[in-house]
């Protein structure tokens, strides 16, 4: 399974899922773009956008809640490291309070991972990142990190009644 996703501004990306009525989108702002993401097999429908390989997936994406996308560099050599590395912590996963979804994107071109996550709230992710598992994971950046690992944030767009 893939994962698919661009920006834009909202109305531009509204036509798309009009346009495309048997694709499920989500989408998603924040104060600098709006992005549309779907999950499927086959081909992005994007002209500009990225594509994903889902190597981890748990829980569904719901309409509503605050997603965190962890943007993380790596290295050609550190890439089955990293994976492995993800994969053997899965458990902890379930200790995650407020969790909705979570998603282990692999980049089809270039090196940087998204680490995927949406959570109820903004607070449920706060008290994530403050918590002592979080910490111990974000200690030292691993040497397979190509670069510094960089956090896009947004919040799922609330749709009115008449264009659901």
Do not use: C
């Amino acid at each position: 399974m893939k994962a698919f996703m661009t920006t834009g501004t909202y109305d531009f990306l509204k036509r798309l899922e009009k346009k495309h009525n048997e694709i499920n989108f989500y989408f998603m702002n924040n104060v600098n773009s709006t992005l549309a993401y779907y999950e499927g097999n086959g081909k992005s429908i994007f002209v500009a956008g990225r594509t994903y390989e889902i190597l981890m997936k748990k829980g569904n994406i719901n309409k509503k809640g605050y997603v965190v996308m962890n943007n993380i560099p790596v290295s050609e050599e550190g890439k089955p490291v990293f994976e492995d590395r993800f994969i053997k912590q899965q458990q902890r996963l379930d200790q995650m309070s407020g969790l909705r979804a979570f998603r282990l994107l692999k980049p089809i071109k270039g090196n940087t991972y998204i680490v995927f996550s949406q959570w109820e709230t903004e607070e449920n992710y706060i008290l994530w990142k403050e918590s002592e598992a979080f910490q111990k994971q974000t200690a030292k950046p691993p040497a397979y990190f190509l670069d510094r690992p960089f956090i896009t944030e947004y919040v799922m767009v609330k749709q009115e009644k008449n264009e659901a």
